[in-house]
């Protein structure tokens, strides 16, 4: 999908561009940033993930996806859980090779874990971290107000990391 999104933005003549995307469109955006660089200008990611290793999601959603590939016979629904119980496959080093701003977004109760959630975070240079509170998986539509305010600001305002450190002791990092 990242090559087919690329291939559409240099059809459309479009050499940069501010992405947003929730979930796996989170997952298109990281990937989008890692193999062509100079197409994203800025991305926010809401509900992303790395891979779909143990530790990443709830142990229900886990053992329900494995369940129902198990079992399930139709196509539609096989070829989702195949795609969460198997991709994507974005690893910390990759992360690391990402140049653009990126704002990374979750929900307290995503089911996504907050602790993968700041594993990417720490793995973004150029990252900032939101964590809507009271919000599920679903926080781009549950607290809709919330999350455009929140994405707005961060694609018009310029892109900063300010330090509690650099502010009080005025040492750069």
């Given amino acids: 999908m990242a090559s087919d999104t690329n291939a559409l933005l240099d059809s459309l003549h479009v050499d940069s561009a501010y992405v947003s995307g929730q979930s796996d469109g989170g997952i ?4 989008l940033a ?50 969460l ?26 089911v996504i874990r907050l602790e993968h959630t700041i594993r990417m975070f720490y793995n973004v240079p ?21 999350y455009n305010l929140v994405m707005t600001e961060f694609f018009i305002k310029p892109f900063a990391m300010p330090s509690t450190d650099e502010m009080m002791t005025g040492k750069k990092k």
């Fill in 28 to 31: 298109l955006g990281l990937l």
């Fill in 85 to 110: 119980g198997e991709q994507p496959d974005i690893s910390d080093k990759d992360l690391q090779k990402i140049s653009c701003p990126v704002l990374l977004m979750c929900g307290d109760r995503d």
């Fill in 34 to 83: 890692i193999h062509y660089p100079k197409k994203i200008a800025k991305l926010a990611a809401y509900g992303a993930n790395m891979f779909p290793r143990p530790g990443v999601v709830s142990d229900d959603i886990e053992k329900m996806v494995m369940d129902t590939l198990k079992t399930t016979k139709d196509f539609q629904t096989r070829r989702l859980y195949t795609l």
């Fill in 126 to 146: 150029k990252s900032n971290l939101f964590v809507m509170p009271g919000a599920t998986h679903f926080g781009s539509y549950e607290k809709m107000d919330l």
